[in-house]
């Protein structure tokens, strides 16, 4: 029997005489047996809907004829399903409804299933049962159907079902007379807690056919593939992408120092130990400043040195056109992300998402219940979910977001000083897997590039990519036969207007606010000295390469 420690009692719901649950998950399968077997427990008996089969007994028989309609069904449970005048015990039966939420947009079936719940209170020993992967329900409904927040998997039901489901692979290779010892290799020293990381956030029967799949390209189990096929689920989920963290973690981060230095210790602020020593979980961090910057690679690269999963949410795709829609939406997304966990949530460019919270967006208060949804679950959460917001405008974003406490840390990321731009150079060339030629001197790219954000450098180094191919002898395709010079990103540089100077009233504003409120993220300055280039090795430097 699968571990329920966190699974809702439903033995006790049929005891207690509730009438009508729904349970809102794709997890179908999984919740249909817990159901039974409680409903069993209790001496009911057992039978599924759906409006391809009609009513079905476990056993694959049908219970009654054309019963597709779910409004037959309904009716047919009222009637023919309850009690008889010649019975001396009610019938006791539940019926586990799956996908009736396409038809609870007409007030017909609404009220049937009104009337239903209604008079199966009366004593008749019955039930239903709704199961819908469709978070929301009919406002009518609320006073006769209970709800059940059903969870995902968690570790160890996960565990259970990875042996379940190692076993059930030794004994298929035992059975074509293979070997399992690549198999069994695959789930010890350790590979088994990476096989369970990489199971969290999936639904039962998504876990067993990752396992499955696994098993089938390479008859073993393998963190990497399952991750993979998560991925692909939870880009199916509204809001919902999963990002792959940079590889090179913070080398591949150019300047931000101050950041890497805060990050640095808090990695270790997730595991067993630093619990049990007394540590609070580190909650998370407001990444704001200049458009380009680097806050969204930043957090890439985060995950990569924290070793944590990256999950990217989208608050406005998570926007609904019905009552409750948002809301439903981000909880399914912060309940992944909490069934995953440890890992990093990240909001990116929050403020384009909740800057109409305050009531003036025209979208009908959906911005507000979307801010009331995330605040509430920021005080509230108890899983080690870091949440990284983004944002480039904090006018847009509503002060109960910027409240003390909300976040560990507000960052303010302005745009890159003398030495980080030549950092930030080098990190790009290594990007493209190659090496500056410094032809004329590093101190002119700095002063071509004053006021440029990473993504501007970025762009001039990709320029100068092009002009170095465009030099390539039509013979070769070797890039060593057409260096990456300086002196073309410098001219790349020059046809360049930054953002810094189209936007230069809106970044001194964000700069003004910024002052006091939030900790930047760059190292101490570099001195006006150094800036002009009266000192420090830049001046001086030529003929040498940026690795």
């Known amino acids: 029997m699968m571990p329920r420690s966190k699974i809702p009692d439903i033995r006790t719901y049929i005891k207690a005489r509730f009438t009508a649950l729904w349970i809102p998950s794709i997890d179908e399968m999984r919740i249909t047996g817990v159901v039974a077997e409680a409903a069993r427990a209790e001496g009911y008996k057992v039978l599924t809907w759906d409006c391809v089969d009609g009513l079905m007994r476990l056993n694959g028989d049908a219970e009654a004829a054309s019963m597709q309609d779910p409004e037959i069904a309904l009716r047919w449970l009222r009637t023919e399903g309850g009690p008889r005048e010649d019975e001396r015990q009610p019938s006791r039966v539940i019926v586990v409804f799956r996908d009736i939420h396409r038809w609870l947009q007409s007030p017909t079936t609404v009220r049937l299933l009104r009337s239903t719940a209604q008079d199966l209170q009366a004593g008749f020993g019955m039930a239903v049962c709704l199961v819908t992967p ?53 789930m010890q020293n350790g590979r088994r807690e990476k096989i369970i990381d990489a199971a969290l956030g999936l639904s039962a029967e998504q876990i067993q056919q990752a396992f499955a799949y696994s098993f089938a390209d390479n008859r073993s189990l393998n963190p990497d593939l399952i991750t993979a096929e998560k991925a692909t689920v939870i880009a199916g989920i509204k809001g919902l992408t999963w990002w792959e963290p940079d590889p090179n973690g913070m080398n591949s981060l150019g300047g ?8 640095a210790p808090r990695a270790q602020m997730f595991g067993e130990r630093a619990r049990k020593f007394g540590l609070p979980t580190p909650k998370g961090a407001l990444l704001l400043g200049v458009q380009g910057c680097g806050k969204s690679h930043a957090v890439k690269c985060l995950a990569t040195a924290w070793g944590m999963p990256l999950i990217a949410g989208d608050l406005g795709a998570m926007k609904g056109k019905y009552v409750g829609d948002s809301e439903a939406s981000i909880r399914k997304a912060l309940s992944i992300a909490e069934v995953v966990a440890p890992c990093i949530l990240m909001f990116d460019e929050i403020e384009k998402a909740l800057g109409g919270s305050a009531g003036d967006s025209g979208d009908g208060g959906v911005s507000s219940d979307q801010l009331g949804a995330v605040l509430t679950w920021l005080q509230e959460k108890t899983a080690p979910v870091f949440v990284v917001c983004t944002s480039n405008d904090i006018s847009r974003l509503p002060p109960e977001l910027l409240r003390k406490g909300r976040f560990d840390e507000i960052f303010f990321v302005d745009l890159p000083t003398y030495s980080e731009r030549a950092e930030i150079l080098s990190v790009c060339a290594k990007r493209y897997n190659r090496e500056v030629t410094t032809d004329v001197a590093v101190l002119d790219f700095l002063q071509a590039t004053d006021g440029f954000s990473g993504a501007e450098i970025q762009a001039a180094v990709e320029s100068a990519l092009l002009t170095a191919f465009g030099r390539l002898p039509a013979t070769s395709s070797d890039p060593a036969a057409s260096p990456l010079l300086l002196s073309d990103i410098i001219s790349a540089a020059n046809v360049t207007q930054p953002l810094s100077k189209t936007a230069a009233e809106k970044i001194e504003k964000l700069r003004e606010w910024a002052v006091g409120r939030t900790r930047p993220v760059a190292a101490v300055a ?22």
Do not use: C, H
């Not at 931000?256 to 990050?263: R, V």
């Not at 000295?529 to 940026?546: F, L, N």
């Open 134 to 186: 469709d978070a929301v329900l009919p406002e009518d409904l609320t006073a006769e159907v209970t709800k059940i927040n059903w969870p995902l998997p968690g570790r160890e039901e996960v565990g259970a079902m990875l042996d379940d489901a190692g076993a059930a692979f030794v004994a298929t290779l035992q059975s074509q007379n293979d070997s399992a010892e690549d198999l069994i290799r695959s």
């Open 526 to 547: 570099t001195t006006a000295a150094q800036k002009s280039g009266e000192q420090g090795p830049a001046s001086t430097m030529r003929r040498r390469v940026i690795a």
């Open 256 to 263: 931000m120092q101050e950041l890497k230095n805060w990050a």
